[in-house]
C-alpha cells in the first residue's frame, strides 16, 4: 500500500508491505488488515491523501484505491 499527496506525486507519505507487518493477510477469511502506528500519522499534515493496494507477484494487480482526509485535532490535552 503506497500513500500519496495526491496521485502521480513523487513523495511517499507511508508505504505498508507484509515484509514491514504494516499488512496482514488473513486468506482463510479474506481479510487484509492495514495497520499505519500513531508515530505515523502523527506525521501526517492535514488534508487530502491518495493510496492504492496493490498484490505483486509476477504481475502488479491493484485489488483497492481510494482518498482519505487527515483532519487537524480538535480536542487538546487538559
Not at 507511508?14 to 477469511?29: E, K, P, R
Not at 491518495?50 to 480536542?75: K, M, P
Request: avoid cysteine; aromatic fraction near 10%; charged fraction near 15%.
Amino acid at each position: 500500500m503506497t500513500v500519496r499527496p495526491f496521485v502521480g506525486a513523487t513523495t511517499t507519505i507511508f508505504v505498508g508491505t507484509t515484509a514491514n507487518s504494516y499488512i496482514v493477510l488473513d486468506g482463510v477469511n479474506g481479510r487484509v488488515t492495514v495497520t499505519i502506528p500513531e508515530n505515523l500519522t502523527a506525521a501526517f499534515i492535514p488534508g487530502r491523501y491518495n493510496y492504492d493496494l496493490v498484490f505483486d507477484s509476477s504481475e502488479v494487480t491493484r485489488i483497492l484505491e481510494g482518498q482519505f482526509i487527515v483532519t487537524g485535532a480538535v480536542t487538546t490535552t487538559v
